[in-house]
C-alpha cells in the first residue's frame, strides 16, 4: 500500500537558516508526491507536486523538493528561512484505489525562531 | 472569490443538535472531498464525490451525513455528535481528470461538540 512517513514531528530552525524537513514514502509503482503547508487556522495550500517529470521540483515561497527513487525519499528544502514560514507542512502521496485519492502523512510542524 | 469556500468557519453544538457545514467550490472541478483533521492525528478523509456522486465513504459514523446536490456545493449534516468529533472539517476539490489532481483545500470549520 502506499504511504509516506515524516520523520520528524517538529524541526526548530533560525531565521536565515536552511530548512530540511524529510518525507519518505512507500510505493509499488511511480508516484504523485505533494507537498502541502497549513498556517494556523487555515486550511491546506499546495506548496508543489512531483508528477513524473523533473526529479527538482520548484514549488511556492522558495521552497523546492527533490524526488530520489533510490533512497525512496521527497524531502523538503529552502535555502533561507523566514519568519512566515512557520507552519504545519504535511507529505502527501496519490494512490490508485479504482478512485484516486491523497495519503497524508502526520506532518511536521516548523518552528523559526528570530 | 476565493477557490474553496466553508461556512461557517466556527460552529459549537450540543450533542443532541442539528447543524450543517457548506461547502462552495468556484473552480469548475468535478470532485469534492470531506476531510477531518483532529490534534496529534493525520487527516482523515470522509467522504469523495466525484460527478455528484459518491465515491468513498471512509467509514463514517452515519451520524455524519454528505450531500452533494451539484458539482458546486458539498454539505455535511450532523446530528447527535459525541465531544470525540470536535475537529477541524476541511473540504477539498480537485480536477480529476487532470495530470497530478492537487486538491484545493477550504480554510476549515472549526468545529467543538459539548
Known amino acids: 500500500a502506499q504511504s509516506v512517513t515524516q520523520l520528524d514531528s517538529h524541526v526548530s530552525v533560525s531565521e536565515g537558516t536552511p530548512v530540511l524537513l524529510r518525507c519518505n514514502y512507500s510505493?509499488?509503482?511511480?508516484?504523485?508526491l505533494f507537498w502541502y503547508v497549513q498556517h494556523p487556522n487555515k486550511g491546506l495550500q499546495l506548496l508543489l507536486k512531483y508528477t513524473s517529470a523533473a526529479t527538482l521540483v520548484k514549488g511556492i515561497n522558495g521552497f523546492e523538493a527533490e524526488f530520489k527513487k533510490s533512497e525512496t525519499s521527497f524531502h523538503l528544502t529552502k535555502p533561507s528561512a523566514h519568519m512566515s514560514d512557520a507552519a504545519e507542512y504535511f507529505c502527501?502521496?496519490?494512490?490508485?484505489?479504482?478512485?484516486?485519492?491523497?495519503?497524508f502523512g502526520t506532518g511536521t510542524r516548523l518552528l523559526v525562531s528570530p | 472569490e476565493t477557490g474553496v469556500t466553508q461556512t461557517p468557519r466556527h460552529l459549537v453544538m450540543g450533542m443532541t443538535n442539528k447543524k450543517s457545514l457548506k461547502c462552495e467550490q468556484h473552480?469548475?472541478?468535478?470532485?469534492m472531498y470531506w476531510y477531518k483533521q483532529s490534534a496529534k492525528k493525520p487527516l482523515e478523509l470522509m467522504f469523495v464525490?466525484?460527478?455528484?456522486?459518491?465515491?468513498e465513504n471512509n467509514s463514517v459514523p452515519s451520524r455524519f451525513s454528505p450531500e452533494c446536490p451539484n458539482s458546486s456545493h458539498l454539505f455535511l449534516h450532523l446530528h447527535t455528535l459525541q465531544p470525540e468529533d470536535s475537529a477541524l472539517y476541511l473540504c477539498?476539490?480537485?480536477?480529476?481528470?487532470?495530470?497530478?489532481?492537487?486538491?484545493?483545500f477550504g480554510e476549515g470549520s472549526r468545529l467543538t461538540v459539548l
Open positions: 464525490y466525484n460527478f455528484k456522486e459518491q465515491t
Open positions: 477539498a476539490s480537485s480536477q480529476e481528470s487532470s495530470v497530478g489532481g492537487e486538491l484545493f
Open positions: 473552480l469548475g472541478h468535478n470532485a
Open positions: 502527501v502521496v496519490r494512490v490508485n484505489t479504482g478512485f484516486q485519492k491523497l495519503v
Open positions: 510505493s509499488s509503482y511511480s508516484p504523485s
